[in-house]
């Protein structure tokens, strides 16, 4: 090996992390996007839920604890790389598509979009923005958490 080879490699090795780093922050950017939506959408089903005559049980509080999670992700992703975090938030995401189609969907019963206090609200246009942000989300994870993609960057973000 002559010094052009270890010159190169340490070029790879530079945009690597360039490019990991990048990854990092576009999906805390997004981890970020998402919680802001599902706060927006907490407040919006809020309202509606507390109408007069609106359903007995609310369901605001799930959209809530989905907006800490995310921002939590968030604060995460930009101040470590460690793809065994990464790796857990791959299963986060992966849950909470689970979850979507249990339970906002319906598969086992009554779905979000069947809910008649809150039937007023675009929900299959939120339902499609909060999922396409989310598989976004669980495609830069994979990245991440892929071990052919270089080490995670060492240094302070």
């Known amino acids: 090996m002559n010094a052009t080879d270890s010159h190169a490699d340490g070029d790879v090795h530079t945009q690597s992390a360039h490019t990991r780093r990048t990854v990092r922050y576009v999906a805390a950017a997004m981890s970020a996007v998402v ?14 839920e507390l109408e007069p005559g609106a359903a007995d049980t ?6 809530l604890a989905l907006a ?3 921002g939590i992700g968030a604060v995460i992703l930009v101040a470590v790389d460690n793809r065994t975090l990464h790796l857990l938030g791959i299963g986060v995401q992966v849950v909470v598509l689970l979850l979507f ?15 008649e ?6 929900l299959g246009l939120w339902a ?12 830069m994870l994979g990245y991440l958490a892929d071990w052919r993609v270089g080490p995670p960057d060492t240094r302070a973000p």
Not at 39 to 47: G, H, I, P, S
Not at 101 to 115: K, R, S, W
Request: hydrophobic content about 60%.
């Open 58 to 63: 609310t369901t605001y509080s799930g959209y």
């Open 35 to 48: 919680a802001i939506l599902y706060v927006v959408l907490m407040l919006l089903v809020r309202n509606a």
């Open 101 to 115: 189609i249990v339970f906002g969907i319906g598969l086992l019963g009554e779905g979000a979009f069947e809910n």
């Open 128 to 139: 499609a923005l909060i999922t396409a942000a989310q598989v976004a989300l669980l495609a």
């Open 68 to 70: 800490v999670a995310y």
């Open 117 to 122: 206090a809150i039937s007023d609200l675009p």
